[in-house]
Antibody, heavy 118, light 106 residues
Framework: EVQLVESGGGLVQPGGSLRLSCAAS????????MNWVRQAPGKGLESVSY????????YYADSVKGRFTISRDNAKNSLYLQMNSLRDEDTAVYFCARQYYDLAFNVWGQGTMVTVSS | DIQMTQSPPTLSASVGDRVTITCRASQSISSWLAWYQQKPGKAPKLLIY???SLESGVPSRFSGSGSGTEFTLTISSLQPDDFATYYC????????FGQGTKLEIK
């Protein structure tokens, strides 16, 4: 079964750091581009970051540029999001999503909640 | 950055109705447009990719059209399971989502 499972969410104080992980199974992870998408409580979807299959191409939303770092380990079938200097407005459910050429984001994880609060 | 404007924000309809949601891109994205359905507490589900291609397993009552900057998602005959929030997404340049359309029961 094709599956993505996020972990690492939790409660953190403003200015703190958190590292999210996304474990992939059921497909050849190294062949796929990957994304992080977040959704603040009661709000819409926001693309946070993208990484190509080879890690050669990376994009960030302006809202997280300079604070978040995306990475992957194809040998471990895992995607990561290092989040530093966290702000209240980073509070959201964070989803990882698989992307393949023109197929858009056709596989999603269940999400992990990040709460930034003092 | 490419902005996506989706309308209407809320849509009230009845089972059996035909409904249309529109999405406009701030610049041409060719056909790099996807539609997703999301239910409360769940991850989004891909319905349509490349503006008009139906994702495997998605009922044929869902269809998409458009290219360039104007796109539509049509549900031909609403079923009870279709009441949810729908998002468009451009993936021509990184990714941007529309604000969402909440489809409610009339």
């Amino acid at each position: 079964e094709v599956q993505l499972v996020e972990s690492g969410g939790g409660l953190v104080q403003p200015g703190g750091s958190l590292r999210l992980s996304c474990a992939a199974s059921g497909f050849t992870f190294a062949n796929y581009d990957m994304n992080w998408v977040r959704q603040a409580p009661g709000k819409g979807l926001e693309s946070v970051s993208y990484i190509s299959a080879s890690s050669r191409t990376i994009y960030y939303a302006d809202s997280v540029k300079g604070r978040f770092t995306i990475s992957r380990d194809n040998a471990k079938n895992s995607l990561y999001l290092q989040m530093n200097s966290l702000r209240d407005e980073d509070t959201a459910v964070y989803f990882c999503a698989r992307q393949y050429y023109d197929l858009a984001f056709n596989v999603w994880g269940q999400g992990t909640m990040v709460t930034v609060s003092s | 950055d490419i902005q996506m404007t989706q309308s209407p924000p809320t849509l009230s309809a009845s089972v059996g109705d035909r409904v249309t949601i529109t999405c406009r891109a701030s610049q041409s994205i060719s056909s790099w447009l996807a539609w997703y359905q999301q239910k409360p507490g769940k991850a989004p589900k891909l319905l349509i990719y490349m503006a008009s291609s139906l994702e495997s397993g998605v009922p044929s009552r869902f269809s998409g059209s458009g290219s360039g900057t104007e796109f539509t998602l049509t549900i031909s005959s609403l079923q009870p399971d279709d009441f949810a929030t729908y998002y468009c997404q451009q993936y021509n340049s990184f990714s941007t989502f529309g604000q969402g359309t909440k489809l409610e029961i009339k």
